[in-house]
């Protein structure tokens, strides 16, 4: 946990989130400003600040977020029309929140990358 970490505080209970998912070491909650109809943030609950920080110990985690990804875009109603999982890093790809996260985007058609 880091104490100043924003998500951090939502995995912890701290600060409210609208939940979507929940296992042992994921939390999957609706992004508070959505660009898409379905807009759901994956994180794991201990704290990595990016992509860039993953490693040979802590890469698993990013597998299982994409089977709870798959999970939750079938439930949503998205897995057939299909989705985007995106993972910002860093100042170029405007990333806001410095505990990794993928985002799952859904429900509308999206343009082609870039
Ligand atoms: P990124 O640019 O990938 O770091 O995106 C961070 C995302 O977190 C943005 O889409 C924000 O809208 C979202 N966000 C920030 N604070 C919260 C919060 N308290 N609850 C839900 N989503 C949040």
């Known amino acids: 946990m880091n104490d100043d970490c924003i998500f951090c505080k939502i995995a912890a209970g701290d600060i409210p989130a609208d939940k979507v998912y929940e296992d042992e070491e994921i939390l999957a909650f609706k992004d508070v400003n959505p660009v898409?109809?379905?807009?759901?943030?994956?994180?794991?609950?201990?704290?990595?600040?990016?992509?860039?920080?993953?490693?040979?110990?802590?890469?698993?985690?990013?597998?299982?977020?994409f089977l709870a990804a798959q999970k939750v875009a079938a439930e949503l109603g998205v897995a057939d029309s299909g989705y985007r999982i995106i993972a910002n890093t860093n100042r170029d790809a405007g990333q806001e929140v410095f505990h990794i996260h993928l985002h799952l985007l859904g429900g509308r058609r999206m343009g082609a990358m870039g």
């Open 36 to 65: 898409a109809p379905v807009h759901v943030l994956f994180v794991p609950k201990d704290h990595i600040a990016g992509v860039n920080d993953l490693n040979e110990r802590t890469a698993a985690i990013v597998g299982k977020i």
